[in-house]
């Protein structure tokens, strides 16, 4: 162990704009001091920085990952304070695509960089070579791309792009740090154009927008079809190009222009006439309001190309196409798409052939194995399946017959033929267990063996890759549980958005036995986001239709009686959270020894957005919780937990998670949710090894009592008063007021839990029986949206 | 039945310059030590009467807890140098317990059992909020809807008075914007400068990188809240707070504030031992309940009460220091009582010049007499306000 420790103890982002002021923002929230620069203002001073800081508060979705973080990033500029440069490991670039303006913006930073200090540039667009040759030669060996996504808090992606003379070890250190500090599933690529994902992201739009004039197609119908149906982000294509600005998306299109004249795809390199004509307009796209979409009063308006007008947007895909969408099985899905005759149909295999075709053609050129392109289209672009995995569960040689059937037809893009290694014999595709595809090696290359990823202990996989989930211990319709030999046992949901069922219930109950019997901890991890989107309410239907509380009454007590055996069993229990942790997701988080957070957990109590209260033990626990807190003023520290609860307040991360209480300050926070499996089950061996026991029951806690539900109700009687909530929103919060503070009792009266949990089942069914509740509940689960009633 | 046996007459009036709460110049000024400011400005008004004189401080305050809790009005006498013979008592009746500090000390010089006695009024909203820092409501409240209103907000009650006397957004903006104007206009005519004693606050902040105190001083002698900068569309620009379907506005409702406010009264035998000019003679209170739901009222049932008992008709009023709590419901009471506007809060009102709860009836007296004073008007005027829980008080003054 002689190696020396690889610590980023400060960062500078050079450049404040939206792109260098969210990149601080994401180190900050990483915990990371942050030094922010930009050129000084009029009056010698930061407030340039400042701005940027400032707004970041505004912006949406949230760069921060709580409120006051903002207070961590240090503003700064390039006149006055390039001597705090001297103290940051690593360094990056996020100025404008400009190669002037950032070689003297390296010239002029370069001698106040740290002897060791990684330099990296955010670019998306730049050659690294020529920026390399635009710093100083001494600095060259520690220069590098780190190509971030926009968002940088929310998209995955960062590329990692060396130049020549850049450290192999530097590198390998700074993937560490951007994997687990910052949490980025990061890709190495070649300095091509665009590098990987924007140069096969943009060509995907491209070849889109080609192909939507050939069949003739609007824009709004291209959006239908090109969007989560595909398997793509709601934004699909047009409004994608809005957010990310239709300016930006034509330079990147002149970048791929400029720099691949001899791609055989070189002619479609070119912004579309209406597309220009739009930007010259000034219609730039969601910063100027108007793009390819534009809102009037409430109406949507999509561009017409033909007359250059927007019209009203909402027209939707065919019924007939969108059936072929539906088909699970994704060869024959393709078989569907291109036996079709229908225009739409005939779109979208041409779109996603002509892309295939591209990634294929270019495959040696850009990328390091298949994997990498697959990895960086799901992480950069937010697509469900990567070009290549889609081809491969298409059926490999038949897609490539498809594709050159379609060139010899003149279909196609471009006539470049397909590599030879597509058409080697036996070729079934480009992943298997064993590896993906290097073109530019001709060979099969594993994934990373990078020391961090061994922190990823069951990554997603893609298709034609083995992902290991251990060996199974327990398995019923709704739970899964199983061991990798380390002793821990880890239960994972099986239902749809891993809700919570009574044979999930079950199944975790006898999770909880095994693991008493034969492990040393309990994990509960989803192999997939989200954690779980709460109780099962469908599965109660039934009951409810038939009045029969006595099932309902003893569902809830099942309910409650696992989240106190999740407590109270003699094992360390760890919950690991990633997306929706809500309802009775949360209530069951809340009662494990440790919660195990992905940074984008979003936690909740929500139960009265369908006329219930956390009937699970939520209200217990965080009434108890209060009670431990307050000094003095019960009601002072119910308070927040109580507007929490009766807002459905969710937390956007789980660092805001921490703040609110739904997490306590010894839950931990990871950045990557890849490696959430690892560090939970890090932390419930840790508990077991020291010794674990779990916490005596039957404590005793005071509650704030009737005058604190009349004091709780005063302010509920003002907002009904004013018309922000219905009298049955009064209700309901007049009920989790008494269930909260213990019910008919002096403030200051001892309970213990499960005086508590008895409220909580009273109150929980008798808003169950009301018919209002049942209303709300129906209309959710019909509409997936609450209803105010 | 107990007869008043001689007149109690004001000798000195004054305040301090109203702060924004609760980020306003006065946030880290306690209220305890703006109530000593008052009580020594007054007393250092009528040199004449030697402290010792003195035989009780009434100090009203709305909620008299935490920094003005313990008996602010002892505490503050001790503090203010006085003897420890004086005595001194906090009353409450929310917004009006400076009148009513002024009301209890000019009634026991009107009963012979005293001579000189200082009323005052100290309120920080920004250190106290609304309601207190720990609320504790009765449960019984919501055992009959009826007793609901205890728990209403003031906004509630206001949007209430709104809806009922038909006050529309439009008037009230239009009334706030003129509290604003008056209040501005009386400032550059030198309208508040008897009134107000100036005061210099010290602000302390921690320089963490030097590991020191950072002081600075300033001397502040003007109030805060009154607005060169607002008009009409601004003011209709703003969201209804209280009642998502309403119409009262932070713009068209009182400051939160915070201040304090002092007034010497002595009995006819002091004024003539020490030759002493009397500002104003005390005439008369009155106070009277309304629903609780439509505090805003009030001033309609107390001012004729106070008339009536003063045996005055209300064209003898020339000045009426009526308490914009909010602009609806002095709308409601202007027009129900047929008040001329011209008469009303001719310096402006709470909406532009701050409201600080229970400090608010000794501060309009100061501003009543002063400001009349001022104008060179002589005669009856009047200071009347709307009280939480459904309340409305008024006294009479005539100012020589």
């Known amino acids: ?229 595909l398997g793509r982000p709601k934004s699909a294509t047009f409004r994608t190009a809005d957010v990310v600005g239709l300016d930006t998306f034509a330079h990147v299109v002149r970048t791929m222009r400029e720099g691949l004249p001899k791609d055989p795809w070189h002619g479609l390199y070119a912004a579309p006439p209406w597309l220009e004509k739009l930007i010259a307009a000034g219609a730039l796209g969601a910063k100027s309001k108007s793009g390819i979409y534009q809102k009037k009063g409430r109406d949507l308006l999509v561009l017409d190309p033909a007359s250059g007008r927007h019209v009203p947007a909402g027209e939707q895909a065919d019924a007939s196409v969108l059936e072929i969408l539906k088909i699970a099985d994704v060869a024959e899905r393709f078989s569907a798409l291109r036996a079709s005759a229908h225009p739409q149909a005939k779109f979208l295999w041409a779109s996603l052939r002509d892309t295939f075709h591209y990634v294929a053609y270019h495959l040696s050129d850009i990328a390091h194995s298949a994997r990498d392109i697959d990895l960086a289209m799901r992480w950069g672009f937010g697509w469900q399946r990567g070009p290549f995995e889609l081809w491969q569960a298409a059926g490999w040689s038949r897609v490539a017959e498809w594709i050159e059937a379609d060139m010899r037809a003149g279909e196609t893009l471009s006539q470049a033929a397909l590599p030879q290694w597509v058409r080697e014999a036996g070729r079934t595709g480009v992943h298997c267990p064993d590896g993906s595809y290097d073109a530019g090696g001709k060979r099969l290359v594993r994934r990373s063996q990078l020391p961090v990823y061994r922190r990823q202990l069951a990554p997603a996989a893609l298709i034609g890759e083995r992902r290991d989930l251990g060996e199974t211990v327990y398995e019923n319709p709704a739970v899964r549980a199983f061991t990798s030999g380390d002793g821990v046992l880890v239960a994972s949901f099986k239902t749809k958005a891993h809700s919570i069922s009574p044979e999930a219930l079950e199944g975790l109950n006898q999770a909880i036995d095994l693991a008493e019997q034969r492990f040393r901890a309990l994990v509960i991890w989803q192999s997939e986001p989200p954690f779980s989107v709460g109780a099962n309410l469908e599965a109660l239907r039934p009951a409810l239709a038939a009045g029969d509380w006595a099932t309902i009454g003893s569902v809830i007590a099942r309910f409650q009686s696992t989240s106190m055996r999740l407590r109270y069993s003699l094992i360390p229990t760890v919950a690991a959270t990633e997306g929706y942790v809500f309802g009775g997701g949360c209530e069951f988080v809340m009662h494990c020894d440790r919660v195990v957070a992905a940074l984008e957990s979003y936690v909740g109590l929500v139960e009265v957005g369908v006329g219930l209260l956390p009937g699970g033990g939520g ?82 806690f005071p509650v704030a009592g009737r005058t604190g539900a009349a004091s709780i109700k005063a302010q509920l009687v003002n907002l009904l008063e004013g018309h922000f ?29 499960s005086w508590i949990l008895a409220l909580e089942r009273r109150h929980f069914v008798e808003l169950l029986k009301n018919p209002k509740t049942q209303e709300r509940i129906v209309h959710t689960l019909k509409t997936g949206k609450p209803l105010r009633n | 039945m107990t007869k008043q046996i001689q007149d109690a007459y004001i000798v000195a009036a004054t305040r301090t310059p109203v702060g924004k709460a609760p980020r306003g110049m006065l946030r880290q000024v306690r209220p305890d030590d703006l109530l000593v400011h008052a009580l020594v400005s007054a007393l250092a008004q009528t040199p004449a009467i030697e402290p010792a004189l003195v035989e009780d401080v009434v100090v009203g305050c709305a909620f008299p807890e935490a920094e003005q809790g313990l008996n602010m009005a002892r505490v503050a006498a001790l503090l203010a140098g006085l003897p420890d013979t004086v005595p001194g008592v906090t009353v409450n009746r929310y917004c009006s317990s400076g009148l009513n500090a002024v009301q209890i000390a000019a009634d026991r010089i009107r009963l012979g059992e005293a001579d000189v006695v200082l009323a005052g009024g100290a309120e920080s909203m920004s250190m106290v909020p609304m309601m207190g820092n720990k609320v504790a409501v009765n449960p019984r409240v919501f055992e009959r809807e009826e007793n609901y209103a205890i728990a209403y907000g003031m906004g509630i009650t206001a949007e209430k008075v709104a809806l009922q006397w038909r006050v529309s957004r439009e008037d009230q903006d239009a009334f706030a914007l003129e509290s604003h104007r008056r209040a501005l206009a009386a400032r550059a005519a030198g309208g508040f400068s008897a009134e107000i004693s100036p005061l210099e606050v010290t602000y302390r902040t921690a320089d963490l990188a030097a590991g020191e105190v950072r002081t600075t001083v300033k001397r502040l002698s003007e109030d805060e809240g009154p607005r060169a900068d607002t008009s009409l569309e601004a003011l209709a620009k703003l969201k209804p707070v209280f009642d998502a379907k309403g119409s009262v506005t932070a713009g068209n409702s009182s400051q939160t504030s915070d201040g304090a406010g002092a007034v010497v009264l002595v009995s006819e035998a002091v004024l003539r031992r020490y030759n002493l000019t009397p500002l104003a003679r005390y005439v008369t209170f009155a106070v009277k309940g309304v629903p609780p739901a439509i505090m805003g009222i009030g001033p309609k049932e107390a001012v004729p009460a106070a008339l009536s008992r003063a045996g005055l008709k209300q064209d003898r009023l020339k000045w009426i220091e009526l308490n914009e709590a909010f602009a609806a419901q002095s709308l409601a009471v202007i027009r129900d009582l047929e008040l001329d506007p011209a008469r009303v809060n001719p310096h402006g009102g709470a909406i532009a010049l701050g409201h600080p709860l229970g400090a608010t009836g000794a501060i309009r007296t100061a501003t009543l007499v002063h400001g009349m004073r001022h104008r060179g008007e002589k005669g009856y005027g009047m200071v009347t306000m709307c009280i939480g829980t459904g309340m409305g008080a008024a006294g009479i003054f005539e100012v020589f």
């Not at chain 1, 100083?136 to 020549?164: D, S």
């Not at chain 1, 990557?672 to 779990?694: F, I």
Request: hydrophobic fraction near 45%.
């Open chain 1, 1 to 229: 162990m002689s190696e020396t420790n690889f610590i980023i103890r400060k960062v500078a982002v050079l450049g404040a704009g939206v792109m260098g002021a969210q990149i601080a923002a994401h180190l900050v929230n990483a915990g990371v001091p942050t030094v922010l620069f930009d050129l000084p203002d009029p009056e010698g001073g930061s407030g340039i920085v400042t701005r940027a800081i400032a707004a970041l508060r505004k912006q949406q979705p949230a760069p921060l990952a709580a409120g006051g973080l903002e207070a961590f990033i240090e503003p700064a500029n390039y006149t006055q304070d390039l001597g705090r440069l001297a103290e940051c490991d690593l360094v990056i670039e996020a100025i404008a695509e400009r190669l002037d303006w950032k070689r003297e913006l390296y010239h002029k930073v370069a001698p106040a960089l740290g002897a060791g200090a990684i330099f990296a540039t955010n670019t998306s667009g730049l050659s690294i070579e020529a920026l390399a040759e635009a710093c100083p030669a001494a600095l060259r060996a520690r220069f590098c791309g780190v190509h971030f996504f926009n968002p940088p808090r929310y998209m995955h992606l960062a590329e990692l792009i060396p130049c020549r003379a850049c450290e192999a070890q530097l590198l390998d250190q700074l993937e560490t740090f951007l994997v687990t500090t910052l949490g980025k599933g990061v890709i190495r690529a070649k300095d091509t154009p665009n590098f990987i994902a924007n140069r096969v992201g943009v060509f995907s739009m491209l070849a889109t927008l080609a192909n939507a004039a050939k069949y003739n197609l609007r824009f709004d119908v291209v959006d239908d079809l090109t969007g989560p149906k």
């Open chain 1, 619 to 700: 209200c217990k626990e965080l009434a108890r919780r209060a009670a431990r807190e307050s000094r003095g003023d019960l009601l002072a520290a119910l308070k927040d937990y109580y507007m929490a609860v009766a807002t459905a307040k969710v937390a956007g991360s789980g660092i805001e998670a921490r703040q609110i209480g739904y997490l306590r300050e010894s839950d931990v926070v990871v950045f990557n949710a890849d490696e959430l499996l690892y560090v939970a089950k890090q932390q419930a061996l840790a508990l077991a090894e020291s010794g674990y026991r779990p916490p005596l029951a039957g404590a005793r």
């Open chain 1, 725 to 753: 909530i219905s009298p049955y929103d009064f209700e309901i919060g007049s009920r989790i007021a008494e269930v909260m503070t213990g019910g008919e009792l002096e403030a200051g009266t001892e309970v213990d839990e």
